[in-house]
């Protein structure tokens, strides 16, 4: 699995996004983030995903008792029932792994709650099946730092990828060129890059202005 070079970059073709149990149980007992904070990172990496055409998997554990996706992620894709499961490893879910699959991508990018568990657990297992596994490390969270710390250095040691949110959607722009995704992905980080799409804004703004 290639750890270095360009081609150890994310690339949206060759992509597939999973995202685990986003959900109000998994958030009541979050304390290694703010909850707002994997709230907005999630939704923006869902963002992304749809800014770049690429697939998101979305699930959920034993919904009835742990509660429907959170409204901000599934708006994002309104007509995507989640996958519900029963097994704590999303991995052991034929549904979603036929899912991926299918797709015949790669680069398995994961995000979810919580990281200890439901993200370490498929991670580690999916990476043993060839995947290149990506762990989005703030649009996860676990029950408290040192869990959530535990479970990113088991996974690296394991050979997973940590990336932030925004390390993702850079990479897979890559290049201003692509002026396809610029506008959308313009919105996504205005909306959700916090002082990052300030800046971007104020750039924008700057190359957008006329010149004297």
Not at 41 to 55: E, M, Q, R, T, Y
Not at 124 to 146: H, K, L, M, N
Not at 156 to 161: F, H, N
Request: glycine content about 8%.
């Amino acid at each position: 699995m290639t750890k270095s070079g360009l081609e150890a970059l994310l690339r949206p073709e060759d992509s597939i996004v999973v995202l685990i149990d986003h959900q109000p149980f998994q958030f009541a007992n979050l304390n290694s983030h703010e909850p707002a904070m994997i709230v907005n990172n999630v939704i923006g990496l869902a963002k992304a995903s749809k800014a770049f055409d690429v697939p998101v998997v979305l699930t959920t554990v034993i919904e009835g008792r742990g509660g429907f996706l959170i409204k901000g992620l599934q708006d994002v894709f309104p007509d995507q029932t989640p996958i519900d499961r029963t097994f704590i490893n999303t991995w052991q879910d034929d549904r979603v792994v036929d899912v991926v699959k299918a797709s015949g991508r790669k680069q398995l990018v994961i995000a979810g709650l919580w990281t200890e568990v439901c993200v370490a657990m498929p991670a580690i297992q999916a990476v043993a099946d060839g995947y290149e596994v990506f762990v989005v490390t703030d649009a996860c969270g676990g029950v408290s730092a040192e869990a959530h710390d535990m479970a990113i250095r088991r996974m690296t040691a394991a050979g997973i990828t940590p990336i932030t949110w925004m390390a993702v959607a850079s990479e897979w722009q890559r290049d201003w060129a692509r002026e396809a995704t610029v506008p959308a992905l313009a919105e996504v980080l205005g909306a959700h890059g916090g002082g990052s799409g300030v800046a971007f804004a104020w750039e924008m703004q700057l190359l957008n202005a006329p010149r004297a």
